[in-house]
């Protein structure tokens, strides 16, 4: 007989057991069930019909047209996402593009008006480089990055793909990756153009952020006030003023709430609500901070567009969020407590990965008619015209381990989501939204995508046919509704590649021994032999001239390897083994669209009809 946790937690979106990468299939125990469920807030004895019948139902639309399903006579109540009430029986009126709600029937029903498929991009190539390592001394600018924009869009880019630049712990400047943001929906102020800063080949964030945010600090004390800093402020609203409050109560209790004394540990208890006025300077600088980087980041932008880009800059979203940064202080119930995000076992590793990254809860999302993922997405798409969804499997599916349990896969909402993205897409001016779909993909996801307009990723990596022996796959094959390039930020370079030096980086951290090294040095050339069946040469154009002849509708060219470097910006599975996200570009932004090598790319690029004419 099945457990009842069991049977309850099935309900709820814990799936019974996958299949790993070696074909093993993973039984959800009870002990993780119930783990699960007190994550998502639910209680081991609840009953499941008490907990959906207090959940709204969703209803996908076509955005202008009227929802197809049948309230007969009934009488209803719509309220649209912007406020207006109207009331009526029967059949619904056509809903304009938004997430609305409705009552009918004593049941409130969220109504998600979305394009049913957002429009292909047409074919295009772009640069994607680190935004730390783009500046010749200290830590990458936003400035930097519309220098690069402006280049680059003269060269026939049409967009400029960065590493995430949400909000991260300026108050411990160790902790500076990009994918471990404390805020989705606010900017990294260590990108503000501020000082100098160190020079080297590697970013040293340790002496450089400290160093940026005292300029900052100076700069902000001769700050004069501004009407138009007074009125954005008021314009952000509430959602601004818990941010700028944890940054102020971060700086006298430390990067992560839960360490605060427990009157602070929620923006809405007395204590935290008395500590506005107390620091009040403190929130107004940490307002500013935030202006000032809306600005820059718009400006670079806007050089992007003006220089002739089709989709300006392509920005990163992150798949969480820290469990204890400003997140998740200013909206905990969004979010689930007492698991992580993680990933199965694979090759990355082997005992599966536990990211110490927030999930967004389901019940949650569903009740907040799916606010919390619109709004993220929103945030970065004020500022771009293409977007890549990190980890889009956690759409459909998302790897959850809770404390002292194995993980398991949690069911998302997708096709909402799915919706709530195409909708947050269209309301941008129909942005291009790019969905990161490797390792194990569910079955069903692919499908999605296209139904969705969501462009995929294709690594020419691993972009086989058969794997033992490998066989690459020609560029004639790759898939249309993608981008392609040749690695990603988390895998070597084409010249790290060829050389193993991935390998060697992580033997030397290992101690793996010379048999091994040697083994997996003999199985590198095998996989760059068999690459070099489809490329008429061994070098960098040669690989971008296959790239360009694929069907993908974008092409991505990394700034790593145009620049012939070696060594890859992360290295998966290490933490301080590793110098990630800290690898410092060799040559400075605003030149790199003079080198010959991009010279010659864009050529490939528009010899392959990559480039509007006249451009």
Same mark, same amino acid.
């Given at each position: 007989?099945? *457990? ?14 996958? /299949? ?73 009126? +056509? ?23 957002? +429009? ?15 500046? #010749? ?17 003269? !060269? ?21 990756? +990009? ?41 902000? %004390?001769?700050?004069?006030?501004? @009407?138009?800093?007074? /009125? ?41 609500? $008395? ?49 204890? =940064? ?16 993680? @990933?199965?076992?694979?090759? &990355?590793? +082997? *005992? ?5 990254? !927030? ?114 796959? %020609? ?5 249309? $509704?993608?981008?392609?390039? &040749? ?12 050389? =193993? ?18 083994? #997996? ?20 154009? %040669? ?15 990394? %700034? ?56």
């Amino acid at each position: 007989m099945t *457990d009842p946790r069991l049977a309850l937690a099935t309900r709820m979106g814990v799936l019974p057991g996958f /299949r790993d990468l070696t074909g093993t299939w993973r039984e959800t125990s009870v002990e993780t069930a119930e783990a699960l469920l007190a994550a998502m807030g639910v209680a081991p004895d609840a009953r499941p019909e008490v907990i959906e019948a207090g959940l709204p139902i969703d209803l996908i639309c076509e955005a202008g047209a009227a929802p197809d399903h049948d309230f007969r006579d009934t009488p209803w109540t719509l309220v649209l996402e912007t406020g207006e009430e109207m009331t009526g029986e029967g059949a619904l009126p +056509p809903l304009p593009l938004g997430i609305h709600r409705l009552r009918a029937c004593g049941l409130v029903y969220t109504l998600l008006a979305a394009p049913p498929r957002l +429009p292909e991009p047409a074919r295009c190539w772009g640069l994607v480089a680190p935004l730390y390592g783009l500046a #010749a001394r200290g830590i990458g600018s936003y400035d930097d990055l519309g220098e690069l924009a402006a280049g680059m869009g003269q !060269a026939g880019a049409d967009f400029i793909g960065i590493n995430p630049v949400h909000a991260g712990f300026p108050t411990r400047p160790e902790l500076f990756s +990009p994918y471990t943001p404390s805020h989705r929906r606010r900017l990294n102020v260590i990108h503000l153009a501020a000082g100098e800063g160190s020079p080297g080949p590697l970013v040293d964030y340790v002496r450089d952020i400290p160093a940026r945010m005292a300029v900052l600090q100076a700069e902000y %004390a001769a700050f004069p006030g501004d @009407a138009g800093f007074d /009125r954005w402020r008021a314009e952000q609203g509430e959602s601004l003023e818990r941010f700028v409050l944890h940054q102020a109560l971060s700086a006298r209790h430390g990067p992560f709430w839960n360490d605060w004394p427990t009157e602070l540990q929620s923006p809405d208890l007395p204590a935290a609500i $008395a500590a506005r006025r107390e620091l009040g300077a403190e929130m107004r600088f940490h307002a500013w901070l935030q202006w000032r980087a809306e600005a820059a980041l718009t400006r670079a932008g806007n050089a992007a567009r003006a220089a002739g880009m089709r989709h300006g800059l392509y920005l990163d979203l992150a798949v969480g969020t820290h469990p204890f =940064g400003a997140e998740t202080w200013e909206d905990r119930d969004s979010f689930v407590r007492g698991a992580s995000l993680g @990933a199965p076992p694979d090759a &990355f590793g +082997p *005992d599966g990965q536990n990211w110490n990254l !927030a999930p967004l809860n389901p019940l949650a999302l569903r009740a907040r008619a799916y606010a919390p993922l619109a709004e993220t997405l929103r945030r970065q798409l004020q500022f771009a015209g293409a977007l890549r969804i990190d980890h889009i499997i956690g759409f459909e599916r998302a790897f959850w381990v809770p404390d002292g349990a194995p993980g398991a896969y949690i069911r998302m909402p997708s096709e909402a989501m799915f919706a709530v993205a195409r909708i947050e897409a269209a309301r941008a001016g129909n942005a291009v939204i790019i969905g990161e779909d490797l390792g194990n993909i569910p079955e069903g996801l692919q499908a999605l995508l296209a139904q969705s307009g969501v462009l995929g990723c294709r690594v020419a990596m691993f972009e086989r046919t058969d794997w033992q022996p490998p066989v690459f796959r %020609a560029a004639a094959d790759y898939d249309r $509704a993608a981008i392609a390039s &040749f690695s990603t930020h988390d895998l070597p370079t084409w010249r790290g590649w060829r050389q =193993g030096a991935d390998i060697d980086a992580r033997a030397a951290i290992s101690g793996q021994g010379a048999a091994d090294i040697e083994s #997996a040095h003999a199985e590198r050339a095998v996989e760059i032999a068999a690459l070099d069946v489809l490329l008429p040469d061994d070098d960098m154009d %040669a690989l971008h001239g296959f790239l360009a002849r694929t069907p993908a509708r974008l092409v991505a060219l990394q %700034a790593e390897i145009l620049l012939d470097m070696v060594g890859q910006p992360n290295l998966p599975g290490t933490v301080t083994e590793y110098p990630n996200w800290q690898l410092r570009l060799p040559v400075a932004a605003a030149d790199i669209a003079r080198l010959p090598a991009t010279r010659r790319t864009a050529d490939i690029m528009r010899d392959n009809d990559r480039q509007e004419t006249g451009r």
